[in-house]
């Protein structure tokens, strides 16, 4: 089982741990990480809101696309 360290988002950023810029990269590589593993079986599926597949995309057009996996060719629905 995995689980996250129980840090809130707002203590994540205060506490030093990263910064803003980071965690927003490595959220917006987590949502293409949701899409793609199962596909490669090391997930179950997991449904993607529309809300959030939006949001990915307004944030990958901004440039938050640091932890992206590059060279697979990943589309948003």
């Known amino acids: 089982m ?3 360290t129980g840090v809130g988002f ?8 990263c910064s803003l810029e980071m965690l927003i ?3 917006v ?3 293409q990480r949701i899409h ?3 596909g490669m079986g ?3 599926y997991q449904h993607i809101p529309e ?3 939006r949001a990915c995309s307004t944030l990958i057009n901004l440039g938050f696309d640091k932890h992206l996996i590059k ?3 990943f589309q948003l629905p």
Do not use: A, C, R
């Open 29 to 31: 590589g987590d949502v």
């Open 71 to 73: 060279h697979w060719d």
């Open 51 to 53: 809300k959030v597949w």
């Open 42 to 44: 090391f997930q179950v």
């Open 25 to 27: 990269n490595e959220m």
């Open 2 to 4: 995995v689980t996250s």
């Open 36 to 38: 793609l593993y199962p």
């Open 10 to 17: 707002n203590e994540q950023i205060t506490n030093h741990m």
